[in-house]
């Protein structure tokens, strides 16, 4: 019995262990992520329509945005359903606040309050 119970101790702690480099959530805003779809409509009925080579954000521990979108890196932050955006360069300043959904491992956000008629969202992979 003592046998039994020693081994169940030395291999419980490795019950929860993960593969290493894997994010911490996959409902995560934290890492990089490429547009890879747009969704808005023309005045009917809304579609998505794929992007190539898409702008990225990466969302760092550290609430810094880094980006290929703009001239500058902002900043983030994030609540359970929410993101907020901010940039502020010398030739952009903004806020920006989205809705926040998971889809197939993909990130959806959506501007909030919505800024289209018809709804609007953009679609990211992540890329690391």
């Known amino acids: 019995m003592k046998y039994i119970i ?3 101790a030395l291999l419980l702690p490795f019950a929860g262990c ?3 480099g894997v994010p911490q ?3 995560s805003v934290q ?3 490429q547009l890879i779809e747009s969704y808005g409509s023309d005045g009917g009925a809304g579609n998505w329509v794929s992007i190539e080579n898409g702008y990225t954000y990466s969302f760092g521990e550290d609430n810094i945005l880094l980006s290929n979108r703009f001239s500058c890196n902002g900043t983030y932050f994030e609540t359970a ?3 907020t ?3 502020n360069c010398t030739d952009v300043q903004f806020q920006l606040v989205y ?3 998971f889809e197939d491992n993909r990130l959806v956000l959506t ?3 919505a800024n289209c008629d018809e709804g609007c969202a953009e679609k990211f992979k992540r890329v690391q």
Request: glycine share 12%; charged share 20%; no cysteine.
């Open 81 to 83: 359903d929410s993101l």
């Open 31 to 33: 890492g990089t992520w």
């Open 18 to 20: 993960s593969d290493v």
């Open 85 to 87: 955006i901010d940039f």
């Open 99 to 101: 809705g926040v959904s």
């Open 111 to 113: 501007p909030d309050p």
């Open 25 to 27: 959530g996959v409902d």
């Open 6 to 8: 020693i081994v169940l």
